[in-house]
Each structure stands twice: as C-alpha cells, then as structure tokens.
Nanobody
Framework: QVQLVESGGGLVQAGGSLRLSCSASGRAFGRRAMAWFRQAPGKEREFVAAKNWSGATFYADSVKGRFTISRDNAKNTVYLQMNSLKPEDTAVYFC?????????????????WGQGTQVTVSS
C-alpha cells in the first residue's frame, strides 16, 4: 500500500513559480516511478512529468523546459518545480505511483494517487 499526499499548490501570477511536493508512505517507494498529472476544469486528466527509480525523466511537450521533476528517495518525496507558469497551467495537480508496468504517460499505468492540489495561474 502506498499513500500519497500533495502540497504546495496555490495562486500565482503568470511568469511566476511554484514547487509542488508529494510525500509518500508505504513500501517500495524507491523502486517505483513517480509522476505528476493534472486536470483542468472540464478536461481530462493529463500527464505532466514522471521520474523512474533509475533517474530517467519524462515530460509532456507543454511543460518541457519549464517544469522539473525530482525525487528524494531518502525522504520518500517527489517534487515538481514549475517555472514560467502560464494561465493554461491552471489545474488540480495529482501525484501518482507507477505500477511498474506500462507506459509512464498513461493514467492506467498508475495504481496509487494523491488527492490533488490546486494550482491557479492568473494572467
């Protein structure tokens, strides 16, 4: 069992930065890929970024060069540093733990999810 708790969301002006954190409890955190997804109002949840246990990173094209995913396995925490934020980044951001099979980009490949944290970017 893995429990995930996100924090760090909030309201920021366009061009600003936020850092999201996801604290994980439970076993085998270090051997799972971890990811961030987001869901804007009226839209489907979409992949943002992932980092696997060997350190490889994966990003959606819309956030490449602006967002950075990192993890601290000693603290069982994964982070999402978001820079140069745009109004279209406004969404609820979810942390997810990969089930060690399947594509990192698909929601169905993740078996544990956090409750989400709201990010609002004003223009």
């Amino acid at each position: 069992q893995v429990q995930l708790v996100e924090s760090g969301g909030g309201l920021v002006q366009a061009g600003g930065s936020l850092r999201l954190s996801c604290s994980a409890s439970g076993r085998a955190f270090g051997r799972r890929a971890m990811a961030w997804f987001r869901q804007a109002p009226g839209k489907e949840r979409e992949f943002v970024a992932a980092k696997n246990w060997s350190g490889a990173t994966f990003y959606a094209d819309s956030v490449k060069g602006r967002f950075t995913i990192s993890r601290d396995n000693a603290k069982n925490t994964v982070y999402l540093q978001m820079n140069s934020l745009k109004p279209e980044d406004t969404a609820v951001y979810f942390c997810a733990a990969h089930d060690n099979s399947g594509s990192y980009y698909r929601m169905g490949s993740y078996d544990y999810w956090g409750q989400g944290t709201q990010v609002t970017v004003s223009s």
